[in-house]
């Protein structure tokens, strides 16, 4: 194995609702899972801890150089309507290994901020999404995966004795 540094980002894209948006994407963040946390002290502690009460809401956002019509049109889709997100990245090594990164979402489009339209000047567009299912495979490895029920990491359940004290 190489000590030269691995997993570079070098390229991305975005597919919305299963379409390509390679070359119209300016930027994409992308969900980050964050562990929601409660500080608690019960009697006997001398200090208080934090405590895992699982995650908070995931979104992730991306920007456009242009007002993109089939963009706009996954906008107010009507409750319970999901849309399918991918951002797949290439990450290369310093030895010259490339690596696939996928990221597979769903959710819906909650904002879209068309910007400032001044003439002569490009303009960027502004869209946010509620994340209700996100996966992360790194050459088909899955890393992260997250919906309302379960966290898997590296395909194994976290909270599978919970659903089980559940009885489902």
């Not at 502690?45 to 007002?67: H, Y």
């Not at 889709?77 to 490339?98: H, I, Q, R, W």
């Not at 495979?137 to 919970?162: P, R, T, W």
């Amino acid at each position: 194995m190489s000590n030269l540094p691995r997993f570079i980002l070098r390229n991305c894209t975005l597919w919305a609702d299963r379409e390509s948006k390679l070359g119209q994407i300016g930027d994409i963040t992308v969900p980050v899972p964050t562990e929601k946390l409660e500080e608690m002290r019960n009697s006997g502690m001398i200090k208080p801890r934090e405590v895992k009460m699982g995650l908070d809401k995931t979104e992730f956002s991306f920007k456009m150089p242009g007002l993109d019509p089939q963009i706009l049109k996954l906008f107010g889709l009507k409750p319970g309507t999901e849309t399918p997100f991918m951002v797949t990245g290439a990450l290369v090594d310093e030895s010259g290994v490339n690596h696939s990164a996928v990221l597979t979402i769903r959710g819906f489009l909650k904002t879209a901020n068309g910007g400032t339209w001044t003439p002569g000047s490009p303009n960027e567009n502004d869209y946010m999404c509620a994340v209700h299912y996100y996966k992360l495979e790194i050459d088909g490895d899955n890393l992260i995966e997250v919906d309302d029920f379960d966290v898997k990491i590296g395909g194994v359940s976290q909270y599978a004795d919970i659903r089980s004290s559940l009885l489902i």
